[in-house]
């Protein structure tokens, strides 16, 4: 890696440390638990830090959590940052996360994709909150809630600035063309609330084997689902110069999702998925 790219992920990382210890700040403040999620929570113990090459940070949180700190995370904020939903844009759509973003800054060159999606609001550091929720004892009820995600998802990509046809193959690519079309008929604010009401259509019904799963997590991982013991209890661990919850089973989450993590990946895999050139890079940090 070139020393270029070294220091704008140097600069990334920054504005990432920052978001994230704004969102501590208030769950602490509010006693709202969370935790770090994938390569943050793998960051957090392989490197008491963020992965060198990362470029993201996420979050996640139980559905009631959650909804305690979308209540006062807007007044909570410190100037500078911003808090972003699915459906703050209008008819505009990206995906289902929410955000905590870190204004003065930049990830990207400025397109017209990224002002499509709120105005350039997702070419900043920002910190991804993922959205923990029962999944019920029945396996089948559990199917049939997928289903539901799976169509709603195909429906609201219709509101996307484009869709990439090539990445769906066979009987994929022809429903997701037939669902984005059909969607982008339909108002966002009512798919967005389907897909909020069908992601919590299981509370209350895990009482047996006490499991859940992400309602917002990426549509290749929806299928994922957390043994309650594995993320309930949380543990805070060093993680740059912050302290950070994860869970207390970190061990088990990390094995069944990466396997052997404290093996490093290959050179060529360790990338950036969201900076693109190292110019296109800024990042003012807030006098204190």
Not at 134 to 154: E, F, N, P, Q
Not at 172 to 193: D, W
Not at 219 to 230: S, T
Request: aromatic share 12%; glycine share 8%; hydrophobic share 35%.
């Amino acid at each position: 890696m070139d020393k270029k790219r070294e220091e704008a992920i140097e600069k990334v990382h920054q504005g990432l440390y920052l978001v994230l210890g704004e969102i501590d700040r208030i769950c602490t403040k509010y006693d709202i638990p969370y935790y770090l999620e994938g390569g943050s929570m793998l960051g957090a113990v392989r490197h008491k830090a963020i992965i060198p090459w990362d470029d993201d940070a996420d979050i996640s949180m139980f559905r009631s959590d959650y909804e305690r700190f979308r209540a006062v995370v807007r007044d909570e904020l410190r100037p500078g940052f911003a808090f972003t939903e699915p459906g703050d844009w209008g008819e505009h759509f990206y995906d289902f996360i929410p955000h905590v973003i870190w204004l003065d800054s930049k990830m990207r060159a400025d397109t017209p994709e990224e002002q499509y999606n709120g105005e350039g609001i997702l070419n900043h550091m920002i910190a991804d909150i993922f959205i923990v929720e029962d999944c019920a004892d029945s396996d089948l009820r559990h199917k049939w809630t997928l289903m539901k995600l799976t169509l709603l998802y195909g429906l609201t990509m219709g509101h996307r600035y484009r869709v990439d046809y090539s990445e769906y193959k066979g009987v994929s690519g022809l429903a997701v063309r037939v669902l984005s079309k059909i969607g982008k008929r339909i108002p966002l604010k009512k798919l967005l609330a389907a897909h909020e009401k069908a992601g919590g259509s299981e509370t209350g019904k895990n009482k047996e084997r006490d499991r859940f799963y992400y309602s917002n997590y990426l549509f290749e991982d929806l299928h994922v689902i957390l043994p309650g013991e594995r993320i309930r209890k949380k543990i805070r661990v060093p993680f740059g110069e912050l302290e950070l919850l994860i869970p207390e089973k970190y061990d088990e989450w990390l094995t069944a999702y990466f396997g052997d993590y404290m093996q490093f990946p290959p050179e060529d895999k360790r990338v950036q998925l969201h900076m693109d050139e190292p110019e296109n890079v800024y990042l003012t940090l807030p006098e204190n």
